[in-house]
Nanobody, 123 residues
Framework: QVQLVESGGGLVQAGGSLRLSCAASGGTFRTYIMAWFRRAPGKEREFVSLIDWRAGSTAYADSVKGRFTISRDNAKNMVYLQMNSLKPEDTAVYYC????????????????WGQGTQVTVSS
């Protein structure tokens, strides 16, 4: 069983930056794709970014491309999401996910989820 714990959310002004962290443990999480999703108030959960733990390849939603960067630290079993040039529309609960064997942008393909961390961007 894979456990995921997010941290790093908070309140930031538009144009600011935050770095989210996801601590992974248990199971064979290094065989999986790791991803970040988010859910804004009143909206469906949406894909943000993913990283292949083994190959290091990445993908981003068009809405965050060029502003967000996903990375991993193999030694610490951590996945990060560096978020720059934040906008009010980035306000959401951000979730770390694992368990997909393919580079999927669909939440249904991920078996393991963290509890989420709130990001609020003020205008």
């Amino acid at each position: 069983q894979v456990q995921l714990v997010e941290s790093g959310g908070g309140l930031v002004q538009a144009g600011g930056s935050l770095r989210l962290s996801c601590a992974a443990s248990g199971g064979t999480f290094r065989t999986y794709i790791m991803a970040w999703f988010r859910r804004a108030p009143g909206k469906e959960r949406e894909f943000v970014s993913l990283i292949d733990w083994r190959a290091g390849s990445t993908a981003y939603a068009d809405s965050v491309k060029g502003r967000f960067t996903i990375s991993r630290d193999n030694a610490k079993n951590m996945v990060y999401l560096q978020m720059n040039s934040l906008k009010p529309e980035d306000t959401a609960v951000y979730y770390c996910a694992a368990g997909s064997l393919i580079a999927s942008r669909s939440s249904v393909d991920y078996k393991y989820w963290g509890q989420g961390t709130q990001v609020t961007v003020s205008s």
